[in-house]
């Protein structure tokens, strides 16, 4: 897979974990604030994000352009 699955994998593996942000194609992006709120298959072709406890995305990750760290809050 590409670049942006092995970062999302180094991302979800980090110690000590740091929350980051996927971006999609579409401009959507989707927070990720501790590793057990997402899962990444183990093919590397769709990322399962949850969104406020309560919605699950698939992503599917030829549409993600980058991975980042959140903005601080203001």
């Known amino acids: 897979m590409g670049m942006q699955v092995d ?3 180094e991302s979800l593996k980090r110690k ?3 929350p980051f942000l996927v971006h999609l194609a ?3 992006r989707f927070a990720v604030p501790h590793p057990e709120f997402a899962w990444l298959i183990p ?3 769709s990322l399962f994000v949850v ?4 919605y ?7 549409l993600v352009t980058s ?3 959140p903005m601080p809050e203001e």
């Open 7 to 9: 970062q999302i994998r």
């Open 16 to 18: 000590p974990f740091q």
């Open 67 to 69: 991975v980042s760290d």
């Open 56 to 62: 699950v995305h698939r992503i599917d990750t030829m």
């Open 43 to 45: 093919n590397g072709r």
């Open 51 to 54: 969104e406020r406890e309560e």
């Open 26 to 28: 579409d401009g959507r």
